[in-house]
């Protein structure tokens, strides 16, 4: 049996947008754990993707989860509209955050949880004081900005890092990894301490069916 602390938020940056709504329902049915929503604002990083009108469509097609990562700039003007659009997770890079603790406050205020993200170059001691206070710590094990990039290497360590900072503490905020993650990373992460696993291209970009690219990466948590 796959390791059940282990969960799959397939990330819809790499779906098949003229028919989003089916293959939020594809990965739904093939067993995913969250939808991870990527959205990106051409200034924090590269790429313009969505906002929180296609996170209120994605909420009609699943009752998961949804696991909404503001890759943007200034999120405070945000996180309301994405709130009342079924959110259920908001994660704020740590980079764009001038006052971490009040932004986590007023979306927790929101009545969802809250997640910080870091950027591969961005050391953990940036979140260090705001970790009891989270529900969901993200690790970018690629570059923000583009889907279908290599895992980088180097954040392994980071990962084991923040797993044993969090153990020792007894903070029971979830790790997220986000970034390159396919049946070959998927164990070394976990491995490294990582429980929620972004992953992009390797479900709706395999060449394989949602439930089949789905089964493999929980086959490779045996």
């Known amino acids: 049996m796959a390791n059940p602390q282990v969960k799959l938020a397939p990330s819809i940056l790499s779906a ?3 028919r989003l709504g089916e293959q939020v329902a594809e990965a739904t049915k093939a067993g995913a754990d969250y939808i991870h929503v ?5 200034h924090f990083v590269p790429q313009i993707t ?3 009108p296609v996170v209120a469509a994605v909420r009609k097609w699943t009752d998961l989860p949804l696991d909404v990562h503001l890759m943007i700039e200034a999120p405070e003007r945000q996180i309301n509209q994405f709130a009342e659009a079924g959110a259920d997770i908001i994660t704020v890079h740590i980079e764009t955050c001038p006052d971490i603790n009040q932004l986590v406050s007023a979306i927790k205020g929101l009545g969802v949880k809250a997640g910080v993200s870091l950027n591969p170059e961005t050391p953990l001691t940036a979140v260090t004081e705001i970790l009891p206070s989270l529900d969901l710590v993200l690790v970018m094990t690629v570059h923000p900005g583009y889907g279908g990039q290599p895992f980088i290497e180097s954040t392994l360590e980071k990962i084991a890092r923040l797993r044993a900072e969090l153990d020792k503490k007894g903070l029971t905020a979830e790790l997220e990894v986000d970034g390159g993650i396919n049946a070959q ?3 070394r992460v976990v491995k490294a301490g990582a429980r929620v696993l972004v992953a992009g291209a390797a479900v709706f970009s395999s060449g394989q069916t949602v ?3 789905l089964g493999e990466l929980r086959a490779g948590l045996l």
């Open 16 to 18: 098949d947008f003229a």
């Open 38 to 42: 990527d959205v990106m604002d051409g």
């Open 50 to 52: 969505i906002g929180a």
């Open 185 to 187: 990373t998927a164990p």
């Open 211 to 213: 439930k089949e690219a």
